[in-house]
């Protein structure tokens, strides 16, 4: 393994993991100049900050990208996605680790897709600037973030289901942060 050379196998192989039929399609997409890259190529350095940036953004594998050797995409990994994962605590949401998921169970969204966990419940939240509509949603009202009903009412106001009190206030009293699009219960 010679990290110091290599460039040019290097960088075929990162443009086919992209799908990419030139290295000005690459340039392009990495936000370099043509002459930038193909400075790399002639002094063969090895582009190790693409290789690494292409894994990442394309699931291909390192070794592969690196060196031409294995399977270009590793199968389980192609397969799966890593979600950003949080867990609502008093009103807070707290970073916990990612889940990793099949892409054939996700559900349909049209933004990032973030997991939060609020006890035995787990919601898949789409974040995405979207107008509001009925359903459930994950707000910050009073400065606590919760996941709730929500139901439009005329005059650009909301009904937040609370439980047994429901709250109407304006729109622009609670901001709304993602829409819930799956729900997953666990029994014991």
């Given at each position: 393994m010679n990290l110091e050379t290599g460039a040019r196998p290097a960088i075929e192989r990162i443009c086919e993991a992209y799908g990419f039929t030139s290295?000005?399609?690459?340039?392009?997409?990495?936000?370099?100049?043509?002459g930038s890259l193909g400075n790399r190529i002639i002094r063969d350095n090895f582009p190790?900050?693409?290789v690494l940036r292409c894994a990442l953004e394309t699931g291909a594998s390192i070794q592969w990208l690196s060196f031409g050797e294995g399977n270009s995409f590793n199968n389980v990994e192609a397969d799966t996605v890593r979600i950003p994962s949080f867990k609502l605590s008093e009103g807070e949401l707290i970073n916990t680790s990612s889940i990793i998921f099949?892409?054939?169970?996700?559900p349909q969204h049209f933004g990032a897709l973030n997991v939060i966990k609020d006890g035995q419940v787990t919601y898949f939240v789409d974040i995405c600037d979207q107008?509001?509509?009925?359903?459930?949603?994950?707000?910050?009202?009073?400065?606590?973030?919760?996941?709730?009903?929500?139901?439009?009412?005329?005059?650009?106001?909301?009904?937040?289901?609370?439980?047994?009190?429901?709250?109407?206030?304006e729109l622009a009293d609670m901001r709304s942060i993602g829409k819930v699009v799956a729900t997953y219960l666990v029994r014991e």
């Open positions: 290295r000005l399609q690459l340039a392009n997409h990495l936000g370099i100049s043509n190790a900050d693409i099949d892409k054939v169970m996700l107008p509001i509509k009925d359903g459930k949603w994950l707000i910050e009202f009073t400065g606590n973030h919760s996941i709730r009903d929500l139901m439009l009412l005329p005059g650009d106001k909301i009904r937040i289901d609370t439980g047994k009190y429901p709250i109407d206030c």
